[in-house]
C-alpha cells in the first residue's frame, strides 16, 4: 500500500480552467491554489504545461488584436503605442547649439583675476 494522493486525472473543465487562469496572468503558485483542489506549482506545470502557454498566448492575441483594432479605427493613444512597441519609432528632441546663421557660438570670457580683485570684485573682506 502506497501513501498520499492518487495520480492526479485532469478534467477537461481543470484544463480550461487553468488555460484561462493563465490568460488572465494570474500567477502560477495561485492557479495551483485553486485547480484540483489545490496542487502544487511542479505538479501544474507537469499536467497543464499546454494550458498555461496556450492560455497566455490566446490571451496576448485577443489583446493585440483589440489593440490593432483601435488603432485602425483612428484610437490616436492606441496607434501611437503600436507604432512605439510594434514599428520601434520613438520621439527624439534634437538640441543644436550653433550662433547666428549656424556660425560657432563665441563666448566671452573674462580676465582671469587675482586674489584681490576677486575680493573686490564681491566685498571680500580680507583678515589682514
Given amino acids: 500500500m502506497t501513501a498520499g494522493r492518487p495520480p492526479l486525472e485532469p478534467t477537461d473543465a481543470d484544463r480550461r480552467q487553468v ?4 490568460g488572465y ?3 502560477l503558485e495561485q492557479i495551483a491554489v485553486l485547480v484540483c483542489g489545490g496542487i502544487d506549482s511542479d505538479t501544474l506545470r507537469k499536467h497543464f504545461k499546454n494550458e498555461l502557454t496556450q492560455g497566455k498566448a490566446k490571451a496576448n492575441s485577443k489583446v ?4 490593432f483594432q483601435k488603432a485602425i479605427a483612428g ?3 492606441a496607434a501611437i503605442w503600436w507604432s512605439k512597441t510594434q514599428m520601434r519609432w520613438k520621439e527624439t528632441v534634437v ?3 550653433s550662433g547666428q546663421d ?3 557660438i563665441k563666448f566671452n570670457i573674462a580676465p ?3 586674489p584681490e580683485q576677486w575680493a573686490d570684485a564681491f566685498s ?3 583678515d589682514n
Fill in 19 to 22: 488555460e484561462a487562469l493563465s
Fill in 102 to 104: 549656424g556660425s560657432p
Fill in 64 to 67: 493585440g488584436q483589440t489593440l
Fill in 25 to 27: 496572468g494570474v500567477p
Fill in 75 to 77: 484610437d490616436t493613444t
Fill in 95 to 97: 538640441n543644436e547649439h
Fill in 124 to 126: 571680500i573682506k580680507k
Fill in 112 to 114: 582671469a583675476l587675482t
